[in-house]
Each structure stands twice: as structure tokens, then as C-alpha cells.
């Protein structure tokens, strides 16, 4: 594989800090794909999905607040750099299209409701001052063009260009909030630790941090006097290291000027970011689904409710793992961490009853030492997003799994079957528990299951290319956790994919 690279390739590699193996590795996955996931089941509130009933959910709670006072650190992670361009495909395609007004449904509720956009004024002050007329005005001289041109380009607001992040997305009076903000007040009412302390890690891209940064500077100390809390708050950015070779559709390598093309892996290069985050316990959670104060209470509680849930049965994971580890146990003791194990954390291996006691304890510490996520599950009513599954692991154990529609084998009548069945799915809504019993961090990288990627099509300058995306965060970068699904309600996933979900109901005040 090595001769198909210059010495200037190797460079580039060494720059980034890839190595050729590496590349290999990935061309090697272009020629034969990834392997489709072997699923055994969905799972539902019946089998894999923990419903707590409303009584309960008091208890967990609590074990949250009592586990806020311990001293123990706590994090908020936030996915920041996707682009808002996606925001806004339609008013594009308005913006490049022959019509100078309005004609599909979408476009023309967008104008009509105009006002309720908490960028609204800053639009209308743009409209004023580079054409003298406000956004009424303009559009009574069908001047709608013009009105799109000042939001998305660089001669307005330039929301076309910029990370969903730093967008108005909520009016509240004569303010407007973006979703950074959002997610401030947010962490104050469930990341708090004992002294006040919140601390909230973006990862933004490298063009758009010294935005992000001069936001924050500018409103943090206005938002710890309102939530009387101190905001530590930090950026990291995806590492070069991360990036996959493009390559083209005969699978060589695709280049630019002579220079091989990378791009970034996806999400799942954030695993390495996550990693480096020194935190007992992290919260996941994207940066658009945010929701305006007076819905904040109940997304909250349930916040609590999933953090709570993985500090319970955390405890008993340690307990069992220093129980194994004293040497002093019966075999009553291990048919119960058995039990814990299958009926709990849903992890099972059919061979378990050709094991001898002395094996079923090595298995049952390998299984249980292992970072914890709990994951919030919402019903399914046809949003995007990861579904969950009862899934082979490459060692022949079953375990829980946040699956892509890409993992599995739809031309099988029965994966197919599985998949439409599907009740919920998961709008990234994550605890984490990242360090094991002795107090230790995980090594996060160590716990991808790396055949998990997907390929997807691309173009570039009108060149048809082959993308490798990484493990996804959520699905094969964390497919060797402990994972446990919690149902939540709906009304805890709040997305903005396009710019007119902020005028539904959720997103106005």
C-alpha cells in the first residue's frame, strides 16, 4: 500500500499526525465496506428500555443532588461546530432561484411570521442601514431577495456562515438568545456543584472560536449574576489526526493540486475530544436542542432523572467490581452480578453457562469495567436519529446499541422488519460515566469498535468523491460501553434543523 504515497504524502500524514497504516486502513475499508451490524431485536419499554414511573423519578433526583454536593466534577459537553448552512437550504435555493417572491409553502410562512424570529430586529436594523428601507418596506417593493440576501450573507448577519451556535434562536423581550447561551442557563440548573461551579465544554471548528469566545466574554458575567452560578467554560477542536483520506470512486487516492485530500471524520472524531476532558461525569447534548426558559424545568428534571440513574447503578457496578476484587465472594454472589449484568445493563453471551466460576469472573469483571452511559430515549415520531437495538458484539456477546439505519441490513426482510418496528430513538441525550471503580479515567479510544464507520458520496469542484465517516460519537465510538436506555418524553427533543422549527410552538416565548 505504502507505494502508492509520495515522500510529500508522508509529510502531509506526519503533519497531521496520521500514520500510513492508518491511511491503509481506511482505503482498505473503501474497497470493502463496513459490515452491517447483526441486531437481535429493538428494544422497547418491553425489553431494553427502562420506563420510570413518575413516583420514581423523585428518588434518582436526589441521588443527583446528593452526588452534586460530593465534590465531584462535572461536565457539560457540547457539540458546537455544525454549520447553520443547513438552516437555511430553502431560502438558498429562494436566494438562487428565478421568482423574486415567494411561491412554496415554506418560503412564504417564513415571511409571514417574520416577526416571531428572535433575530427578527437585528435584521430589520441591517435592512435599514444598508438600504434605507426595513424589512416592511422592502418587502412591499417585493424586495424579498434582498431581505433573505441581508440574513444569510456577509453583508447582513451572515447567519448562512455561521455555526448554528451564535444564531438568535428565542426572544425574550427586547433580547434575543443564541443556543451557547441556552445551554449556560441550562447547566446551571443541573450541573451546579456545591460551590456554584458550572463547567461547559463546546467544541467549536478552528474559523469560528474567536466568535464564540467574544460571545461568551461579552454575556458570561450578566448570566452568573441571573443564575448565581460561575461558569468555567472551555473549547476544544477536532484534531487533524481525525481526518479521513478522501478517495476516488476507483478507491485511489483523491487529490487536489497533487495533494491528497482529508477531510474531517464526523462526529466521531469528538470521542478524542471527550477523552480529554478530566470529569467524573459528563452530559452530551447537541447544540440546537435547546428550549426557552419556561419549558427548561421539566427538560431539566429529566436531566437529573438520567444522572441520577447512572450514579445508582455506578454504585452498585464499583461495589460488585470490589466484591470480585476481595476474592471473597460465593457463587450466590456471582448468579447475582450474573443477574445484574444480564437484566440491568442488558449484556449477554449465550456461552455463559459452559463457564466455570473462575471464567464467569473474569467475564463478569471485563463486562462490568467499563465506561457507563445512560441514554434518553423519546418515542419515535419520525425524527432522524440513532435507534436503539439488542446487537452482537464482536466477542459474540449481546449488548445495547445506538444503530444507524446505514449499520443495518436492510435487504434482510427480517433486520428490515426490526428497524420499522422500532418505538424510540435517541436525540442525543447522554450521561456518561468515564471513570471506573478505583477512580481512574478510561481510556475512552479504547472502547471503538472501529468497523462501524460509514462511506458516504460527495463532490468537490465537480469531482465525484468517496467520504470515510469515523464510528459515529454516540453509536460505534461508544459500542463497548455499558449502555442503558431511559425513556423521556418528546418534549425534551426540541432540534432546529431548519430555520422555521423556531417558529413551532417549543421555540417561542
Same mark, same amino acid.
Given at each position: 500500500?505504502?507505494?502508492?504515497?509520495?515522500?510529500?504524502?508522508?509529510?502531509?500524514?506526519?503533519?497531521?499526525?496520521?500514520?500510513?497504516?492508518?491511511?491503509?486502513?481506511?482505503?482498505?475499508?473503501?474497497? %470493502?465496506?463496513?459490515?452491517?451490524?447483526?441486531?437481535?431485536n429493538?428494544?422497547?419499554?418491553?425489553?431494553?428500555?427502562?420506563?420510570?414511573? =413518575?413516583g420514581?423519578?423523585?428518588?434518582?433526583?436526589?441521588?443527583?443532588?446528593?452526588?452534586?454536593?460530593?465534590?465531584?466534577?462535572v461536565?457539560?459537553?457540547?457539540? =458546537?461546530?455544525?454549520? =447553520?448552512?443547513?438552516?437555511?437550504?430553502?431560502?438558498?435555493?429562494?436566494?438562487?432561484g428565478?421568482?423574486?417572491?415567494?411561491?412554496?409553502?415554506?418560503?412564504?410562512?417564513?415571511?409571514?411570521?417574520?416577526?416571531?424570529?428572535?433575530?427578527? &430586529?437585528?435584521?430589520?436594523?441591517?435592512?435599514?442601514?444598508?438600504? @434605507?428601507?426595513?424589512?416592511?418596506?422592502?418587502?412591499?417593493?417585493?424586495?424579498?431577495?434582498?431581505?433573505?440576501?441581508?440574513?444569510l450573507?456577509?453583508?447582513?448577519?451572515?447567519?448562512?456562515? *455561521?455555526?448554528?451556535?451564535?444564531?438568535?434562536?428565542?426572544?425574550?423581550?427586547?433580547?434575543?438568545?443564541?443556543?451557547?447561551?441556552? $445551554?449556560?442557563?441550562?447547566?446551571?440548573?443541573?450541573a451546579?456543584?456545591?460551590?456554584?461551579?458550572?463547567?461547559? $465544554?463546546?467544541?467549536?471548528?478552528p @474559523? $469560528?472560536?474567536?466568535?464564540?469566545?467574544?460571545? *461568551?466574554?461579552?454575556?458570561?458575567?450578566?448570566? +452568573?449574576?441571573?443564575?448565581? #452560578?460561575? /461558569?468555567?467554560?472551555? /473549547?476544544?477542536?477536532?484534531k487533524?489526526?481525525?481526518?479521513?483520506i #478522501?478517495v476516488?470512486?476507483?478507491?485511489?487516492?483523491?487529490r487536489?493540486?497533487?495533494?491528497?485530500?482529508?477531510?474531517?471524520?464526523?462526529?466521531?472524531?469528538?470521542?478524542?475530544?471527550?477523552?480529554? *476532558?478530566?470529569?467524573?461525569?459528563? /452530559?452530551?447534548?447537541?447544540?440546537?436542542?435547546?428550549?426557552?426558559?419556561?419549558?427548561? +424545568?421539566? +427538560?431539566?428534571?429529566?436531566? %437529573?432523572?438520567?444522572?441520577?440513574?447512572?450514579?445508582?447503578?455506578?454504585?452498585?457496578?464499583?461495589?460488585?467490581?470490589?466484591?470480585?476484587?476481595?476474592?471473597?465472594?460465593?457463587?450466590?454472589?456471582?448468579?447475582?452480578?450474573?443477574?445484574?449484568t444480564?437484566?440491568?445493563?442488558?449484556?449477554?453471551?449465550?456461552?455463559?453457562?459452559?463457564?466455570?466460576?473462575?471464567?464467569?469472573?473474569?467475564?463478569?469483571?471485563?463486562?462490568?469495567?467499563?465506561?457507563?452511559?445512560?441514554?434518553? !430515549?423519546?418515542?419515535?415520531?419520525?425524527?432522524?436519529?440513532?435507534?436503539?437495538?439488542?446487537?452482537?458484539?464482536?466477542?459474540?456477546?449481546?449488548?445495547?446499541?445506538?444503530?444507524?439505519?446505514?449499520?443495518?441490513?436492510?435487504?434482510?426482510?427480517?433486520?428490515?422488519? !426490526?428497524? +420499522?418496528?422500532?418505538?424510540h430513538?435517541?436525540?442525543?441525550?447522554?450521561?456518561?460515566?468515564?471513570?471506573?471503580?478505583?477512580?481512574?479515567?478510561?481510556?475512552?479510544?479504547?472502547?471503538?469498535?472501529?468497523?462501524?464507520?460509514?462511506?458516504? $458520496?460527495?463532490?468537490?469542484?465537480?469531482?465525484?468523491?468517496? #467520504?470515510?465517516?469515523?464510528?459515529?460519537?454516540? &453509536?460505534? =465510538? !461508544?459500542?463497548?460501553?455499558?449502555?442503558?436506555?431511559?425513556?423521556?418524553?418528546?418534549?425534551?427533543?426540541?432540534?432546529?434543523?431548519?430555520?422555521?422549527?423556531?417558529?413551532?410552538?417549543?421555540h417561542?416565548?
Amino acid at each position: 500500500m505504502q507505494e502508492q504515497f509520495t515522500s510529500e504524502d508522508i509529510s502531509l500524514f506526519n503533519k497531521k499526525g496520521i500514520t500510513v497504516e492508518q491511511v491503509s486502513d481506511q482505503i482498505n475499508f473503501f474497497e %470493502k465496506g463496513f459490515p452491517f451490524l447483526e441486531i437481535i431485536n429493538t428494544a422497547t419499554t418491553e425489553k431494553g428500555i427502562a420506563a420510570i414511573e =413518575a413516583g420514581n423519578t423523585y428518588r434518582y433526583i436526589n441521588l443527583w443532588e446528593e452526588y452534586l454536593q460530593g465534590g465531584n466534577t462535572v461536565v457539560k459537553f457540547v457539540p =458546537a461546530s455544525g454549520a =447553520a448552512s443547513r438552516m437555511f437550504k430553502t431560502l438558498f435555493e429562494f436566494l438562487d432561484g428565478i421568482s423574486d417572491v415567494p411561491e412554496t409553502e415554506y418560503v412564504r410562512t417564513f415571511f409571514r411570521d417574520l416577526q416571531k424570529f428572535a433575530f427578527y &430586529n437585528d435584521l430589520n436594523d441591517a435592512c435599514i442601514k444598508i438600504t @434605507e428601507r426595513d424589512i416592511e418596506g422592502l418587502a412591499l417593493e417585493n424586495k424579498f431577495k434582498e431581505i433573505v440576501r441581508l440574513l444569510l450573507t456577509e453583508d447582513g448577519l451572515n447567519y448562512g456562515n *455561521l455555526p448554528k451556535g451564535l444564531l438568535k434562536f428565542h426572544s425574550y423581550g427586547d433580547y434575543g438568545r443564541t443556543p451557547v447561551e441556552e $445551554h449556560l442557563v441550562e447547566g446551571s440548573l443541573y450541573a451546579k456543584s456545591k460551590n456554584g461551579k458550572v463547567n461547559i $465544554h463546546f467544541t467549536v471548528s478552528p @474559523e $469560528h472560536r474567536q466568535l464564540f469566545e467574544k460571545l *461568551l466574554d461579552k454575556v458570561t458575567g450578566s448570566y +452568573e449574576s441571573s443564575t448565581q #452560578a460561575s /461558569f468555567s467554560i472551555t /473549547f476544544s477542536e477536532q484534531k487533524p489526526k481525525t481526518d479521513t483520506i #478522501a478517495v476516488n470512486p476507483d478507491n485511489t487516492p483523491f487529490r487536489e493540486n497533487g495533494e491528497i485530500l482529508f477531510r474531517p471524520g464526523g462526529h466521531g472524531a469528538l470521542i478524542e475530544n471527550l477523552n480529554d *476532558l478530566d470529569a467524573d461525569i459528563i /452530559f452530551i447534548k447537541n447544540i440546537d436542542n435547546v428550549v426557552p426558559d419556561r419549558l427548561k +424545568e421539566e +427538560e431539566s428534571r429529566y436531566k %437529573k432523572v438520567l444522572a441520577g440513574y447512572l450514579v445508582d447503578t455506578q454504585k452498585k457496578i464499583f461495589e460488585y467490581l470490589q466484591t470480585i476484587d476481595s476474592g471473597e465472594y460465593t457463587h450466590d454472589q456471582l448468579l447475582e452480578i450474573l443477574h445484574f449484568t444480564q437484566n440491568e445493563l442488558n449484556t449477554k453471551n449465550p456461552e455463559i453457562k459452559y463457564l466455570e466460576d473462575g471464567e464467569l469472573v473474569v467475564y463478569l469483571k471485563e463486562k462490568l469495567n467499563r465506561p457507563l452511559r445512560v441514554c434518553g !430515549m423519546v418515542k419515535n415520531v419520525g425524527e432522524p436519529g440513532g435507534g436503539p437495538f439488542f446487537a452482537v458484539n464482536n466477542d459474540g456477546s449481546i449488548s445495547l446499541q445506538i444503530l444507524e439505519s446505514s449499520q443495518i441490513d436492510l435487504e434482510d426482510p427480517a433486520k428490515k422488519e !426490526m428497524f +420499522e418496528q422500532g418505538t424510540h430513538f435517541n436525540p442525543v441525550d447522554l450521561v456518561c460515566g468515564v471513570k471506573d471503580y478505583q477512580g481512574n479515567k478510561f481510556d475512552l479510544k479504547e472502547y471503538v469498535d472501529k468497523k462501524t464507520g460509514f462511506i458516504s $458520496h460527495k463532490s468537490k469542484n465537480g469531482k465525484e468523491l468517496k #467520504a470515510l465517516e469515523l464510528p459515529g460519537l454516540w &453509536n460505534g =465510538a !461508544m459500542s463497548d460501553w455499558n449502555t442503558i436506555f431511559i425513556e423521556v418524553p418528546l418534549s425534551t427533543f426540541n432540534p432546529v434543523k431548519t430555520v422555521n422549527d423556531l417558529l413551532r410552538e417549543e421555540h417561542q416565548n
